[in-house]
């Protein structure tokens, strides 16, 4: 409930860690354009940076922008992201990714010195299940929130940033994208049908928080 | 139909009967593509220990996190072996299991065991 009730007492003019979904700047695998957000593959051959690629899995991606802004009152955070899935499922993380390298590999973000990683934390999940109930919805039966810390390298451990960190990652404003692949958590040769996908961003440091859904993209002529 | 295949990989944890110690099932992550006979480069497996023979299938674990989990649910019942070991072994491969194959801990169990406990 504490980060409930702090809501009550940050101002998010003044103490806010502030970040905004993005349509994905940059083409996912095979038919992916930038605009797909939710799509579900069977397995396939390995790709690197893929973690999934031999279960059936689905790929759920967005961007996310950090507008440029003063961090008053931040001096360390790390953040999170939750997603709404199946109770069948289970989701993890990509790195995040700022540009396309050589061989189409993504080139990650790096915040102090270090490419950012994420680690599970029931925690996180269950935080985004106060705040979603705390807008007097419900969690629709047969759905979780999976959460995640930004972590080490290892996603083993939660890493905060420290302001200035932050500050250099973010400077005039920061563009990025995000991808995660579910599967199910007892792997089965079972296609996925995609689902909309509702997802929190926020941090452990302010009460600050977004939420968004991303739906499956039907492409035209496809019936 | 099973088949018996060599896989080839590095053991990354063991799975025991708690109060014995005994090693009943083994964690590895496949570092080399082996499909179509085989798994995928980069999954990992839980490989049973049998009478028999091993039994290898799919888990959808992805790296140490997972068995940090799983020790932290299932006390004195998994064991790390990090750094990882090579690892080669002759198994009957059935990638999405067998009938009675025993689940492994995994992220989410806690908020889903809540959520049945306020079902029932």
């Known amino acids: ?223 | 139909m099973a088949k018996v295949i060599c896989v080839h990989g590095e053991l990354v944890g063991q799975r025991l009967i708690a109060k014995t110690g005994q090693v009943i099932a083994e964690v590895v992550h496949v570092t080399s593509e082996q499909r179509p006979e085989g798994p995928a480069e980069n999954a990992f497996l839980l490989v049973e220990i049998g009478e028999v023979g091993r039994n290898g299938r799919y888990i959808s674990w992805i790296n140490y996190f997972d068995l940090d989990y799983a020790s932290a649910k299932e006390r004195n019942s998994w064991r790390l072996v990090e750094p990882a070991r090579e690892y080669t072994q002759s198994l009957f491969w059935m990638p999405f299991g067998w009938p009675g194959a025993n689940r492994v801990p995994t992220i989410g169990d806690s908020v889903l065991a809540k959520e049945e406990r306020k079902v029932a």
């Open chain 1, 1 to 223: 409930m504490a980060n409930i009730e702090k809501l009550s007492f940050d101002s998010p003019h003044e103490r806010a860690l502030i970040i905004y979904p993005r349509l994905p700047l940059i083409n996912g695998i095979f038919d992916l354009g930038a605009g797909v957000l939710i799509a579900a593959h069977k397995p396939h051959e390995h790709i690197k940076e893929h973690l999934h690629d031999h279960l059936h899995h689905m790929h759920i991606r967005y961007g996310f922008e950090f507008p440029s802004q003063s961090l008053l009152g931040i001096d360390n955070a790390a953040l999170l992201v939750m997603m709404m899935i199946k109770v069948e499922h289970r989701v993890d993380c990509n790195p995040v990714f700022v540009a396309l390298g050589n061989g189409n590999e993504g080139v990650c973000l790096k915040i102090g010195a270090a490419d950012v990683h994420w680690v599970h934390s029931e925690d996180a999940g269950k935080k985004a299940t106060k705040l979603y109930e705390a807008t007097g919805r419900k969690l629709p039966k047969g759905y979780y929130f999976s959460g995640f810390y930004t972590s080490d390298a290892e996603e083993r451990s939660v890493r905060r940033y420290s302001k200035e960190e932050l500050k250099r990652a973010i400077g005039f404003g920061l563009r990025a994208d995000q991808h995660f692949q579910a599967t199910w958590r007892e792997p089965k040769d079972e296609p996925i049908e995609p689902y909309p996908v509702t997802i929190c961003l926020a941090d452990d440091e302010t009460s600050y928080h977004i939420f968004f859904e991303l739906r499956p993209t039907i492409p035209l002529g496809a019936f």
